[in-house]
C-alpha cells in the first residue's frame, strides 16, 4: 500500500475514535444533565474522559450560619474517611434549582459537594448532602 493510503487509513481510524469518544461524552452528558447533576464530561484525548464542573454562578451560601456549619462538620467528617484532612472550603456554586455546590481547597483536582436545603434560612432544616464527587479543573 502506499504512504498516501496508509495515511488515509489512520487518518479514518483517528476520525472513528474521535466519533466514539465524542458520542460517550455526549451519552453520559445526557444522563448526567437528568439527572441534574453540574457536572459533565469533556473528551481528553481520542480514548478517555474526564469530569469537569460545570461553570456555575458563585457566590455565599444561602444558608444561615448554623446549617453551613453543619454541612462543613458533615463535609469534614466524609473527608476525613476519604484520607484528605481537613476540609477547607474555596467557593459555593449556585444552580437553578436551589441546589448549591460547594467546592473545596484542594492541591489535585477538584472536590466537590452538592448541597440541598429544605430551607437555608431556619436552623435545623433537613439537609441532603451528595459526594464527594472528585473531578478535573
Given at each position: 500500500m502506499k504512504p498516501a493510503g496508509i495515511l488515509a487509513l489512520a487518518l479514518l481510524a483517528a476520525c472513528?475514535?474521535?466519533s466514539?469518544?465524542?458520542?460517550?461524552?455526549?451519552s453520559a452528558n445526557k444522563q448526567m444533565e437528568a439527572k441534574g447533576s453540574p457536572f459533565r464530561y469533556v473528551a481528553r484525548d481520542s480514548t478517555s474522559m474526564q469530569l469537569t464542573l460545570m461553570p456555575l454562578p458563585a457566590g455565599p451560601s444561602?444558608?444561615?450560619?448554623?446549617?453551613?456549619?453543619?454541612?462543613?462538620?458533615?463535609?469534614?467528617?466524609?473527608?476525613a474517611k476519604a484520607g484528605r484532612g481537613s476540609a477547607l472550603l474555596e467557593e459555593?456554586?449556585?444552580l437553578q434549582d436551589g441546589r448549591e455546590v460547594w467546592v473545596l481547597q484542594s492541591l489535585?483536582?477538584?472536590v466537590a459537594y452538592v448541597i440541598a436545603f429544605a430551607n437555608p434560612v431556619q436552623a435545623g432544616t433537613d439537609i441532603r448532602i451528595t459526594g464527594p464527587t472528585t473531578y478535573a479543573k
Open positions: 472513528a475514535d474521535t466514539s469518544i465524542s458520542s460517550t461524552v455526549s444561602k444558608a444561615v450560619p448554623e446549617l453551613a456549619q453543619q454541612v462543613m462538620d458533615s463535609i469534614g467528617k466524609e473527608e459555593v456554586r449556585h489535585s483536582g477538584g
